[in-house]
Structure formats: C-alpha cells, structure tokens
C-alpha cells in the first residue's frame, strides 16, 4: 500500500519539477549547436544514447518548431516518471522497448512513422549493455525508408549517475555542445551493418 501510494505521488510531482530543472538546465547554460542546418520535413528517427537523453527535446526543438513526435520509453517506473516528464514538451511516447515487448513496440513506431510522426528512440534503451546498439531502430529506418538522425549531448559541466548507462546530468553555468549528423539512410545496408554504422558515428564524441 505503502509503496503504491510512494509511486502515485510520485507520478504526480516528479514529472513536473522535472520539466522545470530541466529548462533551468537548459537557460542556465550556454548552447553550441554542431549540426546541419535542417534535416529535411520527412519523419524522421532521432537517436541518442540513454544516458544522453534528458536534454534530447531542446536538440528536436531545433528542427522541429512545432512537435510532431513520439519517444519510445520503458514501460517500468522510470520509464512512466520520463514519459510523463516529456509530455511537458509537447512530445507523446510509445511504452515499451525494443528489447521487451519488441514486436508491439516496433509495429507503433512503425505505424507512428507512416503517419508522419518522427521517432526519438535510445538505441542502447532501456537496459543496455550500454553503447550497444539494439535492432529495433535499424528495423523501424528499413520498413518506413526513414532516414536516422544520430544525436550527442555533451555537456562541459555535469553530474554523472552510477546507473548502467551512466546518466548524465549537466550542471548550470557551463556549456551544452548538441551533435548530430546529416539524415542517414539505411536502406542498403544489412542489419550488422547498420548497427555497426549507427555505434561508430555515435562514439565520434565521447564525454
């Protein structure tokens, strides 16, 4: 009882002061954009590492005025408290994993392309290992003909958490340096390939 209790206020209060520490992040700190100036109109996957993933929304926002976006998140307790925290950002979410559940969740991403969605996937989400990259997002760029977006968020002051994927929190007062490639297509490639391609053009900036 106790611990249901625990979770529903939780739920309640967590997301929104999360929403605001994060725009608080976000203003207190200076911003370096290293990226193409536009990315095209077509849905697009947008793909960072899970442990990049709390200041995703300002790197979409760049792109995208107005959000058109869903984000695949874990259907576990963490995954509800960023899935609530996200909607603070005009973003909806897809709840599950392409490790979990995988079969459901590829067919929303799949339908949310096709109808004109852009994707926000973690390709090493939501449990690792860390920094290996999982099918689910080469198999969503093959069956729509999307093109990937490769994204890093890097932050020259930051708090970095003990969790498997080594979150990482920036400080105020520093500077977030946004990094991300050209659209990239996967069409031609084989699965290995491909996740080869996606890990190689992530790890090109490391903290």
């Known amino acids: 009882m106790a611990k249901k209790l625990f979770r529903a206020l939780a739920l309640l209060l967590v997301p929104f002061v999360a929403s605001i520490l994060i725009r608080l992040i976000y203003l207190t700190n200076k911003k370096k954009f290293h990226v193409p100036k536009t990315v095209g109109d077509e849905p697009t996957i947008f793909a960072c590492w899970h442990g990049e993933l709390l200041m995703l929304p300002y790197l979409y926002f760049y792109y995208r005025k107005t959000p058109h976006a869903k984000v ?56 690792g290992p860390r920094h290996e990259v999982a099918d689910g997002v ?3 760029a093959q069956k729509t003909n999307s093109k990937v977006v490769l994204i890093r968020i890097i932050p020259t002051k930051y708090w970095q958490l003990s969790s498997w994927d080594k979150f ?40």
Not at 103 to 115: E, N, W
Not at 168 to 181: E, Q
């Open 72 to 127: 695949l998140i874990s259907s576990h307790f963490d995954g509800m408290l960023i899935s609530k925290t996200i909607k603070y950002f005009g973003l909806d979410t897809i709840s599950g994993s392409t490790n979990r559940n995988s079969t459901r969740v590829l067919i929303q991403g799949i339908k949310a392309l096709k109808d004109g969605y852009d994707i926000g996937i973690t390709p090493d989400g939501p449990k």
């Open 138 to 140: 080469v198999v969503m």
């Open 168 to 207: 990482t929190i920036p400080k105020p007062f520093g500077t977030l340096n946004y990094y991300t490639t050209a659209p990239i297509d996967l069409g031609d490639l084989e699965l290995q390939e491909a996740r080869d391609l996606i890990k190689t053009e992530l790890q090109k900036h490391e903290i």
